[in-house]
């Protein structure tokens, strides 16, 4: 069962991260702020709270183990590190070349803070003396994702090239898939399970996949094995953040599709896909004490998710208590209804108010092309016992028949960021068309790089596109 506790709204531009600790949740924003929540208060906001000493907007933010402290990551080339308890600055650590730092990570001892910069560089901090020990770097790449082996003897790392790369705690590289994801890595985590070591990846290729991890810390440098053992396909745009469980069952990713995906980690299994962010998801994070998970997104709310059935705490396939009605027909336009998926369908149902029959027709995989077979008797073999029940869905359907929800809106008509249909578009220094407000606050946020390449653009000037404009207003007009 999925449920959503609460929506918080304190920042005023796209949160960028999410963090969560046994008693508190942590997000952080372009705002250049961080808001601090007490999770044993009904995620009411600390009195400390916001947080303010960044001078530009903060990519990262990540709990300590012990939940004592709090670091973050900015623009400002700097990780700030903060008393989770006061709200006060305990230590400024200024990134090696002053580059904008994009991640940091604590080890699962808290000996070590490690943070990745724009310029591809690693800086590994002893975190109780606040000293840096030894630096690395990756070559024409942005460090984006960070994430210490639950052992805490391996760091894994990823870079807007595409790479994953293993060190140890001297900083040697000890394995590197140069091609993890087609157009960049966005974030990795490893799971929490010590016994089967697994890393999870994301990238701009709308993927995300999980790595095994064996023969670790077992045999020499040259015997390190990393095989790919999944690729998850639920998501259909970049992917920015992926998050395990704190039992390791459960791998949740965000996307540029607005939504938010939980599979079942073990089995490679799509159990959920939620719906309620009306920009593109940027964060996702489990508490490591609890079935409650956070995710943070462009439209600069933060959702906090109860996950669990009751019984175990675990997901149970087909149980779900979460409403649809954030699919609207925007994300559906561009389908025809036989190619509509579950999610597709139980939005439907929200939205002519047959929101009751959501959890039985997802129960029966009922997607767009059993959608449109449905008959008087299959709403009888279903249990709809209500006969005025049977006919409104009847009608319902034979009106969707009538009704051209798609018309094959072309992909080019689409902003490569939002996924919609663009109302003001305009060519970026990549050569790609982009709607004007969304690539503006892609720029403002993601430090000049593109949204398509993830390479740095040379120039922000942004030219209209007057013929792609007139093409899009053509085709309105006539669909």
């Known amino acids: 069962m999925v449920s959503l506790i609460c929506t918080l709204q304190g920042h005023r531009d796209d949160v960028n991260w999410c963090a969560l600790s046994a008693t508190h949740l942590s997000t952080c924003s372009g705002d250049k702020t961080l808001r601090v929540y007490s999770t044993a208060q009904d995620f009411s906001e600390l009195p400390y709270s916001p947080l303010t000493g960044h001078g530009y907007g903060v990519h990262c933010c990540c709990f300590s183990p012990c939940g004592q402290f709090l670091a973050s990551c900015s623009t400002d080339a700097t990780t700030v590190v903060w008393s989770v308890s006061a709200g006060e600055i305990e230590a400024v650590l200024e990134h090696p070349g002053r580059s904008p730092v994009r991640v940091c990570a604590f080890s699962p001892d808290s000996t070590h803070l490690v943070s990745g910069a724009a310029d591809g560089t690693l800086a590994l901090w002893d975190f109780p003396a606040k000293r840096l020990l030894s630096t690395r770097t990756v070559n024409d790449a942005t460090v984006v994702a960070l994430s210490f082996s639950p052992c805490g003897q391996a760091l894994a790392s990823g870079s807007t090239y595409g790479d994953l ?38 990238g701009q290729d709308s993927l995300v996949k999980i790595w095994t991890i064996t023969s670790l810390f077992c045999v020499s440098v040259l015997g390190w094995e990393v095989k790919l053992l999944h690729t998850l396909r639920g998501q259909s745009a970049p992917v920015l953040s992926c998050s395990y469980s704190s039992d390791g069952q459960l791998l949740a990713s965000g996307s540029v599709d607005k939504t938010v995906t939980i599979y079942d980690a073990n ?25 409650v998970m956070a995710t943070g997104s462009m439209d600069k709310t933060v959702n906090v998710w109860r996950i669990q059935d009751g019984h175990s705490g675990k997901l149970a396939p087909g149980e779900f208590t979460l409403s649809f009605s954030r699919r609207t027909a925007a994300g559906r336009s561009r389908l025809l209804v036989s190619d509509w998926s579950e999610e597709d369908v139980g939005a439907w149902l929200v939205e002519e108010g047959l929101e009751g029959l959501a959890v039985t027709f997802r129960t029966n995989n009922i997607d767009g092309a059993e959608l449109l077979g449905i008959t008087k008797d299959t709403l009888v073999e279903l249990r709809v016992e209500s006969v005025g029940l049977r006919g409104k869905v ?31 578009p305009v060519i970026a220094a990549d050569g790609y068309s982009y709607e004007r407000e969304a690539i503006q606050s892609w720029i403002n946020s993601r430090n000049r790089s593109s949204p398509m390449t993830n390479l740095p653009l040379k120039t922000t000037l942004l030219t209209p596109n007057h013929t792609l404009k007139m093409a899009i207003g053509r085709w309105s007009t006539s669909h």
């Open 394 to 424: 009847l009608r319902k359907i034979e009106e969707l028949k009538g009704v051209s929800v798609c018309s094959g809106v072309p992909d080019e008509y689409l902003c490569p960021i939002t996924r919609e249909l663009m109302k003001d």
């Open 165 to 202: 790369r293993l060190w140890d705690l001297n900083m040697n590289q000890v394995f590197a898939e140069k091609n993890a994801h087609d157009l960049g890595v966005t974030c990795c985590c490893f799971s929490p399970l010590e016994l089967v070591m697994h890393l999870a990846s994301c």
């Open 267 to 291: 089995n490679a299994v799509l159990l959920y896909t939620l719906n309620q962010h009306e920009r593109y998801v940027t964060a996702c994070a489990f508490s490591p004490t609890d079935a």
